[in-house]
């Protein structure tokens, strides 16, 4: 009798995971383990190999606070968004005041002997307040665009001074991927980042800038209202963008300006900017079909890549995994988005799925702007590959966005049992 009581009592504490989805727990579980072995394999002293087992410790650590969130119900969140939206902007702030420095950069805050990024954290919050104000029933008129907008820029400015210009490009990819699951008017969704497009291309070619700078004028005519003024305006603020590009320009870093144009030939500074480039192409392409085995790449073993245990970690699997083990964290990235999407589709209600998407936005950027960075494609940004590079705050960070959408998840149907 005993033993059947006690069994009764597993199911029902087993019901609070009933409805999750389990390879969705399962998959970046995978890819931090496998990140724990890599990262090892990329540290050559004893201190430093230390690196793979915090890791793997700070992994479980998030997969438990995930479990514990997928039973805690997300509509909650809504009570709460402005205060989480309140503490990390403030946890922004205190970074310019009491940060630590490092790599050029005020990102760190020293909490009992642990370097903190709010700015990790800080994805999840913003996620969760746009959710909160996308689901209201007037978020995709212009008025609720402008107001969503307002509320992203705060933490994107905070971060943008640190300075952290890949981070703030991730604020803006997980804006543009809420505002368009929201239903917000695809042309809007252009002009937005019209202007960027338009300080890039003037710095290319003159005819291509003016015709982009017309065209955005006839979407405007389109897709907002007060027709003429709307032309106007568009064709103006791509007009002047061109000539603020050079501004902001100026702005940047040294290291930062290498980064976004030595991508392009990383051959004219192969000593300075354009080396992480040059060593990570050598790697990847070292690696060929099956890899030369753990412990056994050259360009790894002799730490050619500099952070190769954090942003140019895929450069090491590359190499140490070869094409074949390339592919096989693309495919389980692959199906981690898959997932993300189908729980977005079937959520109950607006705010979940816009949970869902906030969070595919976050690691689906993250990801492609990593590993196109490592072989080339991209500029090197400074962004993280989700749950396999090394950084305790963007590791608990990314747990944390799992286990809210694995909430949404957990809810997405009322329940017979009592809410745990």
């Not at 006690?6 to 087993?14: A, K, M, P």
């Not at 050029?104 to 104000?133: C, D, N, Y």
């Not at 004028?217 to 568009?234: D, F, Q, Y």
């Amino acid at each position: 009798m005993q033993s059947f009581s006690l069994g009764n009592h597993w199911r029902r504490w087993l019901r609070g995971w009933q409805q999750v989805d389990w390879l969705l727990f399962v998959l970046p579980t995978l890819l931090m383990a496998f990140a724990s072995v890599q990262i090892a394999s990329t540290q050559i002293n004893l201190e430093q190999t230390a690196y793979g087992w915090n890791h793997l410790i700070l992994g479980l650590l998030g997969l438990a606070v995930a479990l514990g969130l997928a039973r805690f119900r997300y509509e909650h969140l809504l009570e709460w968004q402005w205060v989480i939206y309140g503490v990390v902007n403030a946890a922004l702030l205190a970074v310019i005041f009491i940060g630590t420095s490092g790599l050029g950069a005020q990102r760190w805050i020293s909490l009992f002997g642990f370097h903190v990024q709010p700015s990790e954290f800080a994805k999840v919050g913003l996620i969760i307040t746009l959710a909160a104000m996308l689901s209201a029933p007037n978020a995709s008129t212009l008025g609720g665009v402008l107001r969503a907008l307002a509320v992203a820029a705060v933490p994107w400015s905070l971060v943008f001074v640190q300075p952290d210009l890949g981070t703030s490009l991730v604020f803006g990819a997980i804006t543009i991927g809420m505002l368009y699951w929201a239903n917000v008017n695809p042309g809007w969704l252009v002009l937005m980042i019209s202007p960027v497009v338009a300080a890039i291309v003037y710095h290319f070619s003159l005819p291509i800038w003016l015709v982009w700078s017309v065209g955005m004028g006839i979407v405007a005519w389109v897709s907002l209202p007060w027709r003429l003024l709307s032309t106007v305006l568009a064709t103006a603020v791509n007009l002047v963008s061109g000539k603020l590009g050079e501004v902001f320009w100026g702005l940047l870093k040294d290291y930062q300006k290498d980064r976004l144009t030595l991508f392009l030939d990383p051959d004219l500074d192969p000593l300075g900017g354009g080396y992480h480039l040059i060593q990570s192409r050598i790697a990847i392409g070292a690696g060929k079909l099956f890899g030369r085995g753990l412990h056994q790449g050259t360009q790894t073993q002799l730490s050619f890549i500099p952070e190769q245990h954090t942003d140019f970690i895929f450069s090491a699997i590359g190499e140490e995994w070869g094409f074949l083990g390339a592919i096989a964290v693309l495919l389980i990235f692959w199906l981690i988005f898959l997932r993300l999407v189908i729980i977005a589709q079937n959520a109950k209600d607006n705010f979940g799925s816009l949970l869902a998407v906030g969070v595919l936005s976050m690691v689906f950027f993250q990801v492609i702007v990593n590993i196109s960075m490592t072989i080339g494609l991209a500029p090197v940004t400074g962004i993280p590959l989700p749950w396999i590079s090394y950084g305790r705050s963007a590791m608990l960070s990314n747990f944390i966005a799992l286990g809210i959408v694995e909430s949404v998840a957990n809810y997405r149907h009322r329940l017979r049992f009592k809410d745990p």
